[in-house]
């Protein structure tokens, strides 16, 4: 016999994640918007390497918010550490403070820590998950702290220069942009399938250069004169 449950009523226990308003209050309903950034970065979550305080807009995550904001690694990965950062500007050129950006990439060897790459041969590094989420703060700047990548397999047995994914996540964005970072120093940059697909003109914008400080800082422009290319996936 087939039973309804009143959702106006139920008292549902409490559950251990961010969607349990008792713990973390308001909580998004839509993905994308001009509310998901108070749901959808966790603190932590800029930080693929250890424990930090760097993740972005912490006015927008007060200290109640934080009880699962442990970074997810349990240990230090294999690599070079590095800090990513960049700004993300509108058509017109202004920072958009409240953009979330995601990252995904391969550990120091160039594995993915993922079910989808099932070669053996290269080592899995198990402190390091290459999945990093934070939103910009009120500059318009996103910044991550993680491991420099190793060389991936391409299309057509080729070897990919080393390069993060990247997807930006915005207001009015109905879909997310997705879009690769490189280094301005990365081996087979010259030679890689994917940035070799983009008009040589625009390649820049896929760049990142290293700051002084040792930053690598990659703008994102969504439209405009420097628009980011993006991909069709």
């Known amino acids: 016999m087939m039973t309804t449950t009143d959702l106006e009523t139920r008292n549902a226990a409490p559950r251990p994640d961010n969607q349990d308003a008792a713990l973390f209050g308001q909580t998004p309903w839509q993905t994308v918007g001009p509310y998901f950034h108070y749901g959808l970065p966790w603190k932590g979550g800029a930080d693929l390497v250890e424990r930090s305080e760097m993740g972005a807009r912490p006015d927008l995550m007060p200290p109640e918010h934080f009880l699962l904001s442990g970074s997810n690694v349990s240990g230090t990965p294999e690599g070079e550490v590095i ?65 420099r990548p190793g060389r991936v397999p391409g299309p057509g047995n080729s070897l990919q220069a080393p390069h993060i994914a990247l997807s930006v996540f915005g207001r009015g964005l109905l879909k997310r942009l997705p879009t690769r970072l490189y280094f301005a120093d990365g081996e087979g940059n010259e030679t890689d399938p994917i940035l070799n697909l983009v008009p040589e003109a625009r390649r820049r914008t896929l760049i990142a250069q290293r700051q002084p400080d040792g930053t690598w800082w990659l703008d994102i422009n969504l439209a405009g004169e420097n628009e980011t290319v993006f991909f069709d996936l």
């Open 83 to 147: 800090a990513l950062a960049g700004c993300v500007y509108d058509a017109a050129g202004k920072p958009i403070e409240d953009a979330m950006i995601e990252i995904w990439q391969a550990n120091a060897a160039g594995r993915y820590a993922s079910p989808d790459d099932l070669r053996e041969e290269v080592a899995l590094d198990r402190h390091f998950v290459g999945f990093g989420r934070a939103s910009t703060d009120k500059d318009g700047v996103y910044r991550f702290r993680t491991i």
